[in-house]
């Protein structure tokens, strides 16, 4: 079944870490983009970091040098490691897949996991 399930999260204090991860089926990684966005309260959606293949990713420059996106391909597995975290990181983390497909684009969510920063 073609879903996100994404996992991880949860209450950790400033300067703590924190990882994500998100399932997918493993044709997402050949054919499209894996990347992870947030939403803090009141705010837009925002991209948070991205990876084609196993080594091409981009990150915001709101979170580059703390944030690291990857991938555990035995286990078709998405990961975020979020270090150094800020109460700003707050908001509800999403896991997102842009599919490419001869005559179709796919876009794909996980349900969010909410990430809270405080002491």
């Known amino acids: 079944q073609e879903q996100l399930v994404q996992s991880g999260g949860g209450l950790v204090q400033p300067g703590g870490s924190l990882q994500l991860s998100c399932t997918a089926p493993?044709?997402?990684?050949?054919?499209?983009?894996m990347a992870w966005y947030r939403q803090a309260p009141g705010k837009q959606r925002e991209f948070i970091a991205s990876?084609?293949?196993?080594?091409?990713?981009k990150y915001a420059d709101s979170v580059a040098g703390r944030f690291t996106i990857s991938r555990d391909n035995a286990k078709n597995t998405l990961l975020l490691q979020m270090n150094d975290l800020t109460p700003e990181d707050t908001a509800v983390y999403y896991c997102?897949?842009?599919?490419?497909?001869?005559?179709?684009?796919?876009?794909?969510w996980g349900l969010g996991t909410q990430v809270t920063v405080s002491a």
């Open positions: 997102n897949a842009l599919i490419e497909r001869p005559g179709k684009t796919s876009n794909y």
């Open positions: 493993k044709s997402f990684f050949v054919l499209g983009t």
């Open positions: 990876l084609i293949g196993m080594t091409n990713s």
